[in-house]
Structures are given as structure tokens and as C-alpha cells.
């Protein structure tokens, strides 16, 4: 049983930064992994980054060198630092914990890259 709260969304200008927070609570445990999802309207929601429990990160390709997944392990914390923001990152993003077999997710909260 895991609960997921983000926070961080904004309204930003292209080339600009945001820095997203989920904090998680309940049994998480020693082995998951922890995840960015977004989705837009009309879309599929596609993956964004993620981070093991052994601190491995992984992104996807068109995000690689502007966002850093990280977690705070203290503050039972996953972030996402997001730089040079384009209008494309435009979505609702979520924060996802899967240990297996089990996924929880938070809410979401609204990411928008415009002038």
C-alpha cells in the first residue's frame, strides 16, 4: 500500500526549468522502482525517467541531458529536474512506484512550456 502526492507543475517559458516532487508514503520496501510518466491531451501516457532502488537511472530519448531523475531516500522523496523545457513537454506528469507485481500512482500534476 503506497501513496504518491506530486507537486512542482507550473506554467514555464520555453528554455526555462522546473523541478517536480513526489512524496511517497507507506511500504515501498527495499526493491522498486520509481518513475516519471506523462501524458497529454489525446495521447498515450509515455515514460519519462525512472530510478531503481540501487540508484540506476534510466530515460527516454528525447529527454536525455535536459531532465535528472533523483530520490531523496531521507525525505522518502523522488524529483525530476527539468532544463531547457519545450513546448512538446507540455503534459500532466506522474510519479509511478512499481514492486512488482504491484504499480501505484499519484494524481498527477500540470507541466506547460509556452510563450
Known amino acids: 500500500q503506497v501513496q504518491l502526492v506530486e507537486s512542482g507543475g507550473g506554467l514555464v517559458q520555453p528554455g526555462g526549468s522546473l523541478r517536480l516532487s513526489c512524496a511517497a508514503s507507506g511500504s515501498v520496501g527495499s526493491l522498486y522502482v520509481m518513475g516519471w510518466y506523462r501524458q497529454a491531451p489525446g495521447k498515450q501516457r509515455e515514460f519519462v525517467a525512472s530510478?531503481?532502488?540501487?540508484?540506476?537511472?534510466n530515460y527516454a530519448g528525447d529527454v536525455k541531458g535536459r531532465f535528472t531523475i533523483s530520490r531523496d531516500t531521507s525525505k522518502n522523496t523522488l524529483e525530476l529536474q527539468m532544463n531547457s523545457l519545450k513546448p512538446e513537454d507540455t503534459a500532466v506528469y506522474y510519479c509511478n512506484v512499481l514492486v512488482p507485481p504491484r504499480s501505484f500512482w499519484g494524481q498527477g500534476t500540470q507541466v506547460t512550456v509556452s510563450s
Open positions: 530510478i531503481t532502488s540501487s540508484g540506476i537511472s
